[in-house]
């Protein structure tokens, strides 16, 4: 149930690529919130930037927003996504509420309506989604 509801929540992401207001205004609001974290080895083929959501906390049952621009550095013919959700508990502890692994090509098909191969180039998700009630209020 759990994965069900993230992904719900991920499938409403939409990458549009064009020419975007984020690219010369706003960088340092975009960079308030340090939400993601970009666990990957290198950022060889993509990197995720000025990315913000707000409200923060987020709120369960709530809207919040994404804003983000995405850098593909290289041609993605496939990949596994790897995609972890942690709640700090403590100081020392996290609780994980999703730790799923996705074929990528499949996720972004299925999601974000592109297809592989995806194409080098600037990416940029602008949107606005709920909270599954399965997430406790709080930072993440």
């Given at each position: 149930m759990a994965?069900?509801?993230?992904?719900?929540v991920l499938s409403l992401?939409?990458?549009?690529?064009?020419a975007h207001p984020y690219d010369?205004?706003?960088?340092?609001?975009?960079?308030?919130?340090?939400?993601f974290r970009d666990c990957s080895p290198s950022n060889k083929f993509f990197e995720v930037t000025n990315?913000?959501?707000?409200?923060?906390?987020?709120m369960r049952g709530q809207d919040f927003h994404i804003l983000a621009k995405i850098e593909?550095?290289?041609?993605?013919?496939?990949?596994i996504l790897h995609l972890m959700?942690?709640?700090?508990?403590?100081s020392n502890m996290n609780v994980t509420i999703v730790d799923e692994k996705l074929n990528f090509c499949d996720f972004c098909d299925d999601a974000l309506k592109?297809?592989?191969p995806i194409q080098p180039g600037t990416y940029y998700m602008n949107d606005t989604y709920q909270i599954p009630e399965i997430f406790w209020t709080g930072l993440y």
């Amino acid at each position: 149930m759990a994965v069900s509801g993230v992904y719900q929540v991920l499938s409403l992401l939409v990458l549009t690529k064009s020419a975007h207001p984020y690219d010369d205004v706003g960088k340092a609001e975009l960079n308030d919130h340090e939400v993601f974290r970009d666990c990957s080895p290198s950022n060889k083929f993509f990197e995720v930037t000025n990315r913000k959501i707000s409200p923060m906390p987020i709120m369960r049952g709530q809207d919040f927003h994404i804003l983000a621009k995405i850098e593909i550095k290289e041609k993605i013919e496939w990949g596994i996504l790897h995609l972890m959700v942690t709640y700090p508990l403590c100081s020392n502890m996290n609780v994980t509420i999703v730790d799923e692994k996705l074929n990528f090509c499949d996720f972004c098909d299925d999601a974000l309506k592109l297809y592989c191969p995806i194409q080098p180039g600037t990416y940029y998700m602008n949107d606005t989604y709920q909270i599954p009630e399965i997430f406790w209020t709080g930072l993440y």
